[in-house]
């Protein structure tokens, strides 16, 4: 499972990921994050799985900034790691992530960007903004 967390929004994206290649992923990361408003999308960060090797055509695809965490920076992905703890409260430890259909992780992303968070001064405008742009 692929997972991407917009830095300043908190909006995610989860995707399935079959092979780890970079540029189909790129392909469905584009067409998810293009519907979005520009401000769902201003700021990303990879950590350095091999499926993000094609960050830059990421990048000209949706018009944002992205990054790479330095090597061993586990501290440069922290929203990121807390969105897939936050993810796991909906899933049992023994399941395959692979073994979830796309419905099922959108239900999921929903979920994940629809719940009101502290960071966000608990506020849901921006929310309601991209659930009407998706």
Not at 9 to 18: D, E, K, P, T, W
Not at 28 to 57: C, K, N, Q, W
């Amino acid at each position: 499972m692929t997972s991407l967390v917009e830095h300043v929004s908190r909006f995610a994206v989860l995707l399935r990921n079959n092979d780890r290649q970079s540029r189909p992923i790129m392909e469905r990361l584009i067409s998810v994050m293009r519907a979005l408003p520009h401000r769902a999308r201003r700021s990303i960060t990879f950590d350095r799985g091999t499926e993000f090797t094609d960050g830059p055509y990421l990048q000209a695809g949706i018009g944002s900034q992205t990054w790479f965490c330095d090597p061993q920076s586990p501290w440069q992905k922290g929203t990121v790691e807390n969105t897939n703890g936050r993810a796991g409260t909906w899933l049992s430890r023994d399941v395959d992530p692979l073994s979830l259909t796309d419905q099922e992780l959108k239900d999921i992303c929903k979920r994940l960007n629809t719940t009101q968070r502290k960071c966000l001064g608990y506020r849901q405008k921006l929310l309601a903004q991209i659930r009407a742009a998706g």
